[in-house]
């Protein structure tokens, strides 16, 4: 009879326990969340090579403001030397208004081997949802800025002058769920100066197969209307990543 009662006093003073941790309970939502990947990549235009690229994405959003930065890096090699080595960094800081949202943003580019070898950019401006819901969402922004060109050395000019433009930026940001595990982002940037003038469709193809486990196929596609003489005006760098979400 003590048994049977001290094991009633257990049973009894364990079950507050299940009832505030229950079997399903799951983390509430954070608003911070990250992304990593890793791959392979393809590359066409002023650099032709297979080898490693990576990305790092960080989004803090909030009520009130949202927080993003993404760093890239893509780098090949052959037999003989490096054929491809570029990093991209992109920050946006966004505050977010009854309507719409107010940004500002900063792009920096190193590319030993593309026309340019380092760029830079910074805008800020007014963006706003046109679509926000579970399935689909599309945004566009708009703004001035400046942007900085530092053109590759050439035999002729070991010393190039820099490119300095004020420019127009306007951006359209897609995202769609094909399915419960797929989806879609497209990203259409157009910056336009004096000078110069460019165009960006950054487009990917998400499948997750595990909880925080995804296969993804990205394709950036970059049109810059004045380049060297030796160079192409259209890049395009096709990748095959793995991609983990920390939430």
């Not at 052959?78 to 009854?98: F, I, P």
């Not at 706003?128 to 060109?149: A, C, H, M, W």
């Amino acid at each position: 009879m003590k048994k049977v009662v001290m094991l009633t006093s257990t049973l009894l003073a364990s079950t507050p326990v299940w009832a505030l941790v229950p079997p399903d309970y799951k983390e509430p939502p954070s608003d911070f969340n990250a992304e990593i990947e890793a791959g392979m990549q393809l590359n066409t235009g002023n650099n032709k090579s297979q080898n490693f690229n990576g990305r790092t994405y960080l989004n803090y959003d909030t009520e009130k403001a949202r927080q993003e930065f993404t760093f890239k890096v893509y780098y090949a090699a052959d037999d003989e030397s490096t054929t491809a080595e570029k990093y991209d960094v992109y920050a946006q800081s966004s505050y977010k208004l009854d309507s719409g949202y107010i940004f500002g943003r900063g792009e920096f580019t190193w590319d030993d081997f593309g026309s340019y070898t380092k760029l830079m950019t910074i805008s800020s401006g007014y963006g706003f949802d046109i679509i926000s819901n579970y399935q689909t969402k599309l945004s566009l922004e708009v703004g001035p800025g400046f942007r900085y060109d530092l053109p590759k050395a050439t035999d002729s000019d070991l010393n190039p002058d820099a490119n300095q433009d004020i420019i127009l930026r306007t951006a359209a940001k897609y995202s769609v769920k094909l399915q419960e595990y797929t989806s879609l982002n497209a990203d259409l940037t157009s910056e336009v100066g004096e000078d110069n003038n460019t165009l960006t469709l950054d487009l990917s193809y998400k499948n997750t197969f595990l909880q925080d486990w995804a296969f993804k196929i990205g394709v950036n596609v970059r049109y810059t209307a004045v380049v060297l003489e030796d160079s192409v005006k259209t890049d395009t760098i096709t990748t095959f990543n793995l991609l983990y979400t920390f939430q």
